[in-house]
């Protein structure tokens, strides 16, 4: 009987010793895929890439007088005024917002009217797609057709600025 009690022990004690350890961010946690902001700098270079086609550049302004002579030179840099203005404020949300809205009015970007889009949902599913890196399900699509056709200040340009301006857009 003693010798039976000590196996017990001893396999108790082996059990005692064997521990698992889970990194919390591996096994399951909630958080493993919470969406982490983009910083302005990131935000900057992914609009720039996904509307203008290219990354913020710098070039020399000119102002030229009426007779074409040079009045005034002076370099410009997109990357630095536009992050330098971003990281200047406390919530740069409304500043982004704001450069969205000029830049889909550049004449850099190339964004159809109303009136030259067909079918609005295949085009919004497209937008959601070239921005979002997914289709759209059928709430989002619901949702932004009925606005594209019951708001005529709802175009091209609205469904753009919506989805850079989503959680989604600006966070990775």
């Known amino acids: 009987m003693s010798r039976l009690l000590f196996l017990a022990v001893l396999a108790l004690a ?3 010793e064997t521990t698992y350890e889970f990194d919390r961010s591996g096994a399951g946690s909630d958080d493993t895929h919470a ?6 700098s990131q935000f900057l270079r992914a609009v720039y890439a996904d ?28 990357q630095s ?3 330098g203005t971003l ?38 599913s497209e937008q959601f797609k070239r921005f979002l890196g997914r289709e759209p399900n059928a709430y989002e699509l619901d ?5 594209w056709n019951e708001d005529p200040a709802v175009g091209p340009r609205t469904v753009i600025r919506a989805l850079i301006g989503s959680r989604e857009y600006q966070s990775f």
């Open 87 to 124: 990281d200047a404020v406390g919530d740069p949300t409304p500043l982004r917002s704001i450069i969205v809205a000029g830049l889909v009015r550049c004449a850099e970007v190339h964004v159809p009217a109303k009136q030259g889009v067909d079918d609005p949902a295949a085009w919004i």
């Open 14 to 16: 082996a059990c005692g």
């Open 143 to 147: 949702t932004f057709v009925h606005a």
């Open 51 to 78: 509307l203008v086609g290219r990354a913020p550049t710098s070039y020399d302004f000119e102002v030229v007088s009426a007779a074409g002579d040079p009045l005034l030179r002076f370099p410009v840099n997109e």
């Open 81 to 83: 005024l536009l992050l």
């Open 35 to 40: 969406p982490r902001a983009k910083s302005n």
